[in-house]
């Protein structure tokens, strides 16, 4: 039965809200309380055509405003993200369940992409060259694209959201994003603010849903380019669907991430990073550190040292505690599976050094406490599969082969870190580790703003990365201008 009481949000297309007809909600959590805070429409196929349409007659002037009248919009729109700083984190906490300081990290992250949007009259110069020929002169400019889409993840709602639309736009698109059902609440506001700094209707929609607004905005034949980010399966549906129509698609999947410890590493930062990756964001990020591989009589201390940290952190209900040091997870379905993760992985032979289900914990909401499973095998499902929660693996390879030999267990790409005080061993980790991302003595090395997000492997489909230059060029082709001009000078010289 339907609670009245309860807020169904509307879709945003052509700067209003619409009432979606959907039939089928999700229902939005706040996940220190277990509260349901709102319902998620799903909406049909049909609204997602509609907002297509309006996003495309905004295309047709959008694309041809002057540069530095787009890029005005942004440096509002960063003004405006500042001001509302505190705001937006709070929801982020609200609506995620992560701590107030990491839903302000999330937007800090997003805020940056904002701020590159900034450059684009510089970033988004063509290359001329005179004189390609006889009184001819070649040039080359990015030009937009169209109609762009964004899907994402419940588990960085600002940031994740920020990496698409601003580039998108700034670059003389038009955009359709689907937020992640179980978190609408920050890309509803983070929409509204930007039509406050000035986006002309139709340029930034949002449509709610999920597998049949994806397949929509997918196949749609008005649709240029779609940026996914999401788990590894949807990932692999999308870009096949998506580029079998035609599509630019870049999709980014999910992640096992490893963090490998030498035995001459600095302890005290090492453990202060491992934390940090493993159980920041209660585990729930693509970069999360996933397994430590303790490198020789590395393996003895650390278990000592993690366990001693985990009894230390603090695990409270984030909307109320800001002192909390790991937050609850996203819904009760992810709470379940992780308290079988932890039941899994000790049938498979892992030692339960420290029991997220065991811990005391919050009544309400959905917690796993930090996890620590040692004498972890790289062949074991522990080792291999995205749990996305806090569970930390830890295995004791030997040598550093032997750890290398880890990192090519899961297929996924994203991110690799290494602890060492050894040039030459950093040198050789980073150059063979076979990811995308790479940390030297540091735990979650996410590529800021200016740089790509690089997942290789079967943590990323497409060929142009999110972010950066990449994300600038995704968003654009390139057009290359040949001019032969009859002039003076030209003739004289007989051309
Ligand atoms: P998810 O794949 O369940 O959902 C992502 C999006 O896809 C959502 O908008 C959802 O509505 C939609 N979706 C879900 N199932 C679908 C289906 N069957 N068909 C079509 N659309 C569908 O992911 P999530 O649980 O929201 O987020 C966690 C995952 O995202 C993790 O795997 C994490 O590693 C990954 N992630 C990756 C990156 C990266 O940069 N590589 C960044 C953040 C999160």
């Not at 690089?454 to 489909?461: E, H, V």
């Not at 001009?485 to 030209?490: E, F, G, P, R, T």
Request: charged share 20%; hydrophobic share 40%.
């Amino acid at each position: 039965m339907i609670n009245e009481s309860i807020p169904t949000l509307s879709n945003w297309i052509g700067g209003e809200n619409r009432a979606s007809r959907a039939t089928v909600f999700t229902d939005v959590h706040n996940p220190s309380t277990g509260e349901i805070i709102a319902r998620t429409p799903a909406s049909p196929a049909d609204e997602v055509d509609a907002a297509v349409s309006v996003a495309k007659e905004a295309f047709a002037s959008w694309s041809r405003t002057a540069i530095p009248k787009r890029t005005a919009v942004f440096f509002r729109y960063k003004e405006l993200l500042e001001a509302k700083f505190n705001e937006i984190a709070e929801l982020i906490t609200q609506e995620n369940g992560k701590t107030l300081s990491e839903a302000q990290g999330d937007l800090r992250r997003g805020i940056e992409v904002v701020e590159f949007a900034c450059a684009a009259s510089h970033t988004l110069k063509g290359e001329t060259l005179p004189l390609i020929s006889e009184a001819m002169d070649g040039s080359s400019t990015r030009e937009p694209i169209g109609v762009c889409a964004g899907i994402t993840p419940f588990n960085f709602p600002a940031m994740v959201p920020m990496w698409m639309f601003p580039l998108a736009i700034v670059c003389g698109n038009t955009f359709i994003l689907k937020p992640s059902e179980k978190v609408p609440f920050t890309a509803i506001r983070l929409a509204e603010l930007a039509m406050e700094a000035g986006l002309p209707e139709g340029v930034l929609n949002l449509v709610h849903g999920g597998r049949e607004v994806v397949e929509r905005l997918c196949t749609h034949p008005d649709i240029a380019a779609v940026s996914f980010v999401g788990s590894s399966a949807v990932a692999e549906q999308v870009y096949r669907l998506g580029t079998h129509h035609g599509k630019r698609v870049q999709a980014a999947g999910g992640a096992k991430n490893v963090m490998l410890v030498m035995p001459d590493a600095n302890l005290d930062p090492t453990i202060r990073a491992i934390i940090g990756a493993g159980f920041g964001c209660a585990g729930q990020r693509c970069m999360a550190g996933s397994v430590v591989l303790g490198v020789g009589e590395a393996g003895d201390t650390l278990s000592q040292r993690l366990t001693e940290a985990i009894d230390r952190m603090k695990v409270l209900p984030t909307d109320r505690h800001p002192e909390s040091d790991m937050g609850p997870v996203i819904d009760g379905a992810a709470r379940d599976r992780l308290r079988q993760a932890i039941e899994n992985a000790a049938g498979e032979g892992a030692q339960v050094l420290r029991d997220g289900r065991r811990r005391a914990l919050p009544e309400r909401g959905f917690f796993v406490g930090p996890t620590l499973l040692d004498r972890v095998e790289p062949e074991m499902a522990v080792a291999r599969t995205e749990l996305f929660g806090p569970i930390l693996s830890m295995g004791r390879p030997e040598q550093l082969d032997d750890a290398m030999a880890w990192m090519h267990s899961s297929g996924l790409g994203n991110g690799a870190v290494i602890f060492t005080q050894d040039g030459g061993a950093a040198r050789t980790f980073a150059r063979e580790a076979p990811c995308g991302m790479i940390g030297i003595n540091v735990g979650v090395p996410a590529p800021m703003s200016v740089f790509a997000f690089s997942g290789w492997n079967r943590s990323f489909l497409g060929d142009l990365h999110v972010q950066g230059t990449e994300g600038l060029l995704f968003y654009t082709r390139q057009k290359v201008v040949f001019s032969r001009w009859d002039d003076q000078y030209s003739r004289k010289l007989g051309w």
